[in-house]
């Protein structure tokens, strides 16, 4: 227990900085990067568009409570300021504030391809900042889970949670993040709103993550299936239409697109649903939230 302790010291000192200069970063090219708009063609930089305020906005609170927990990783003689940085649930609300700043974040790079796209006509930087932020997401709920000497609660990413578990909340999070790259088509929408559903309730391990993960695992694997093969029966028609538009895409890249995009994430989200299957998983998630009746009748046993 001391050894992560001193480990999980060190992780603040080291990703919490690193998350301070990459917010920095993106706050200063959200307010003077440009935003194309379609139609009527225009460009205009950031910070003369309301998106480009929002994005930096919420870069510069996301520094903002990853410097405070970059400071709580310290000794303070000030009484105030010791109390306040050991206090857990106020290290909790800053890790959950900038864990939901961050998907925010991610949504509204998502949004502006609507009105407004960042880094257009190519938006192939845009969808790398979004895939990035996505990595970041599972990385602060891991230290939401691990950071407490003594956790009153089990999460799905806590250290003693198995290891298939630890990854499948992991690739939970990642994949609702991700999946606001595609937030202009309604169905990606639907489905990221499943996979955010089924992410909450897992990491708390809620019961009734037993039942709906490996569901919600199930439909995206049935949904990048279906997805995947479209893309590549229907590739000559999508080239065509993205040449037409002027874009420029090989066959290679598109064969590649559906291939990475679509079938490997459904592959990934099937091999983790099957964990579920496993009798050890289920009595695991279930040993960590007993039903209140059985606690009654172990009492009156005793």
């Known amino acids: 227990m001391v050894k992560q302790l001193v480990s999980l010291q060190w992780f603040r000192r080291l990703f919490f900085p690193f998350i301070l200069i990459l917010e920095l970063a993106l706050f200063v090219l959200f307010l ?6 379609i139609s009527p063609p225009s460009a ?11 994005l930096a906005i919420s870069s510069f609170l996301v520094a903002t409570s990853s410097f405070l927990l970059f400071l709580s990783s310290f000794p303070f003689i000030n009484a105030s ?9 106020a290290i909790r609300i800053l890790g959950f504030t900038s864990f939901f700043m961050v998907f925010i974040e991610i949504v509204l790079l998502g949004i502006t391809q ?8 190519n938006v192939t930087p845009m969808f790398m900042i979004i895939i990035g932020l996505s990595l970041l997401l599972p990385i ?3 230290f939401i889970a691990n950071f407490s000497s003594d956790p009153q609660n089990i ?13 499948t909340a992991f690739w939970l999070v990642f994949i609702t993040a991700f999946t606001q790259i595609f937030a202009t088509q309604w169905e990606f929408v639907v489905i990221g709103g499943l996979l955010l559903l089924s992410a909450y309730l897992f990491f708390f391990l809620y019961r009734s993550a037993v039942v709906i993960t490996p569901s919600i695992l199930l439909i995206h694997f049935v949904f990048s299936l279906v997805l995947g ?3 590549l029966v229907k590739q000559k028609e999508i080239i065509q239409e993205l040449l037409a538009s002027g874009e420029t895409i090989t066959v290679l890249q598109a064969t590649l697109l559906s291939v990475f995009i679509f079938l490997v994430p459904g592959i990934i989200s099937l091999l983790l649903a099957q964990s579920f299957f496993r009798k050890w998983v289920i009595a695991w998630i279930r040993d960590v939230h007993p039903e209140p009746e059985m606690e009654i009748q172990l009492e009156m046993a005793d």
């Not at 003077?32 to 708009?37: A, D, G, M, R």
């Not at 205009?44 to 929002?54: A, D, E, I, N």
């Not at 300021?81 to 649930?89: G, T």
């Not at 999460?155 to 990854?167: D, F, G, I, T, V």
């Open 44 to 54: 205009l930089p950031g910070y003369l568009t309301v998106f480009g305020w929002l």
């Open 32 to 37: 003077v990067l440009p935003y194309y708009q």
């Open 229 to 231: 093969i479209l893309s």
């Open 81 to 89: 300021l010791q109390r306040f940085f050991q206090s857990e649930r």
């Open 140 to 142: 602060f709920l891991y």
């Open 155 to 167: 999460y799905a990413l806590s250290s003693e949670a198995p290891m298939r578990l630890q990854l």
């Open 114 to 121: 609507i009105f407004f796209t960042l880094f257009a006509s």
